[in-house]
Every structure is written in C-alpha cells, then in structure tokens.
C-alpha cells in the first residue's frame, strides 16, 4: 500500500531562522496539498501541486513537487510567529481517489 | 457567507449513549468529508459524502454511520459511543472532489467538535 511519511513530526526554530517540512512517497502521488492549522483551529488550505518538478511560492513560502512526483517540500524562510502551527499535506495515488492527510509537522517558533 | 458549521462546539458523552455531529455548508459545494483528529495521528478520513443522497467510508468508519439527506448538511452519528472516539471531529467541504488537471479543489473545514466519550 501507499506508504507517505511527514517528517519532521515537530519543528522548533529562533525567529528568523527557515522552516521545511517533508511528505516523502514510496508511490508515485497524484497530485498534492498543503494545509495550515494553527493551535485550536481548523485546517486552512495553502496550495496545491500537480506537475512533476512543481515549485510555487506564496510571499515566503516555498512549495515544491519532486520530479518523480513522489516527495513534496513546504519551506518557509526567516520564521516569524504567526508561522507557528501544524503543517499537513494531503495526498492521493496515482489514479487513486482516496485522499489521506500526513500526520503533519507541528512548528513552534521561539521569539 | 458563513461557511462551514457544525454543531455542537463541545460534548460529553457516557459510554454506550449515542449523538448526531451536524455539518453545513453554505457553498453548494458537492462534496463532504468527516474526519477525526487525534495527537499524532493527523487527520483520519471517516466517511465522506460526493453528492445528496450518497455516502462512502474511509479510513476508519467503524463504529460511525453517515447521512446525506440534504446537499447542504452532512450529519456523523455514533450509534454507542466509546472511549476510544474520544477526538476532534472535523467537517470539510469541496466543490468537486476532482478538478481534472488541476488536480483536487480544496477543503473548506469547520471549526471542529470537541468530544469526550467517558
């Protein structure tokens, strides 16, 4: 079965230093999401990546898809606090419907 | 607009009693998702929904039963509660599930509900 794993499972870092979170894939993936979720709120979608090699960027965020289509990276540069939360992405198979979210990487950001 | 609701915010539950989860969706989005989250474990897809009248398991729909009377209102039952569903229960919304080449639209979430099976 499809196997992804989200690393790191927690993350703390200075203000001001990079942030990246991992979803690595033993498959090939159809597509990927990243969400936001900061403490006692919901999920907030982020972006979305579908092409081999994709890299997209939001202000300081940093979203990449590997080439294989089988790792994806969220990574943010110079962390401020308002970074802080859990960071999930949420995937599916190729040819697959069944979406799955990763088990996410939970942010602390020390001021 | 206001979204993505559920209801209640909070429960306390005893083992074996029962309760419906409500969700609505003021977007007329076609799709709906119950998910459970718990420490460590992400979050879980129960059942979804990808059109009224039609409901589908995920990952771990035992012990949880589903309805999509309305296209508006997903509810999440649990017909003898455990502790073991003891979590948060999330409730998502999407247009479609799949957006063709664009892959999958996105999820909206409700704010969440908070219950304790004792």
């Known amino acids: ?9 927690y993350q703390h870092v200075q203000e001001g230093e990079d942030f990246t979170t991992y979803c690595n894939s033993s498959t090939t993936l159809s597509n990927i999401q ?5 403490p006692g709120g919901h999920p ?3 972006i979305q990546l579908v092409k081999s090699g994709e890299v997209k960027k939001q202000k300081r965020l940093t979203f990449q898809f590997g080439e294989a289509k089988k790792n994806s990276s969220l990574h ?3 962390t401020q606090t308002t970074d802080v939360g859990t960071y999930f992405c949420l995937y599916s198979g190729a040819g697959s419907y069944q979406l799955t979210f990763g088990k996410g990487t939970k942010l602390s950001v020390i001021p | 607009n206001a979204g993505v609701t559920q209801t209640p915010k909070f429960r306390v539950l005893k083992t074996g009693q029962s309760m419906t989860l409500l969700c609505a969706q003021d977007m007329n989005h076609e799709y709906m998702y119950w998910y459970r989250q718990d ?5 879980r897809l129960i059942h979804y929904s990808v059109g009224e009248g039609t409901t589908a398991k995920g990952e771990v729909p ?6 999509r009377l309305k296209k508006q209102n997903f509810l999440l039952g649990l017909e003898s509660a455990a502790p073991s569903q003891t979590s948060v229960y999330f409730c998502a919304s999407s247009y479609f599930g799949l ?6 639209n996105e999820q909206f979430f409700g704010p969440g509900t908070r219950l304790t099976v004792l």
């Open chain 1, 44 to 46: 907030v979608f982020l």
């Open chain 2, 62 to 67: 035992d012990g949880y039963n589903v309805s």
């Open chain 2, 99 to 104: 957006a063709g080449e664009e892959g999958y």
């Open chain 1, 1 to 9: 079965g499809q196997q992804v794993m989200q690393i790191p499972q």
């Open chain 2, 39 to 43: 420490p460590g474990m992400g979050l």
């Open chain 1, 76 to 78: 943010i540069t110079a």
């Open chain 1, 34 to 38: 990243w969400y936001k979720q900061r």
